[in-house]
């Protein structure tokens, strides 16, 4: 039987009275990450059971606009590349890179 290994992510949210995130930290002691400040998150995880995803998305009330936006490029991107990894569809992939561009254009993120 080959030997296995359990991976633990945590992730801590300190809220405000009005329940707001005022803070965000993850750890990943496995990818050398340990209590790492973060103004925004996104987690999705499928549901196979109801054929559905769940997400969180958590942002602190200080994150500025202008970095959800790059951030959120950003995370489109990498979903393309994601998608291309698990499926190998170069044709959607491509399609969802021309969007990345477009969404970078429109909000004036291209270097």
């Known amino acids: 039987m080959a030997n296995t290994h359990t991976s633990k992510i945590e992730l801590q949210v300190e809220l405000d009275e009005n329940r707001i995130p005022e803070k965000l930290s993850w750890t990943a002691q496995d990818g050398g990450v340990e209590n790492a400040e ?56 491509a399609t969802m890179k021309d969007f990345c561009d477009y969404f970078a254009e429109k909000l004036e993120l291209k270097k």
Not at 47 to 57: C, F, N, T, V
Not at 62 to 68: C, R
């Open 38 to 93: 973060a103004k925004a998150m996104l987690l999705s995880v499928w549901d196979s059971k109801a054929q559905e995803s769940l997400r969180i998305d958590l942002w602190t009330k200080d994150m500025p606009v202008d970095e959800m936006k790059v951030f959120f490029h950003q995370t489109l991107v990498a979903m393309s590349n994601t998608f291309h990894r698990a499926t190998q569809d170069e044709k959607m992939t």
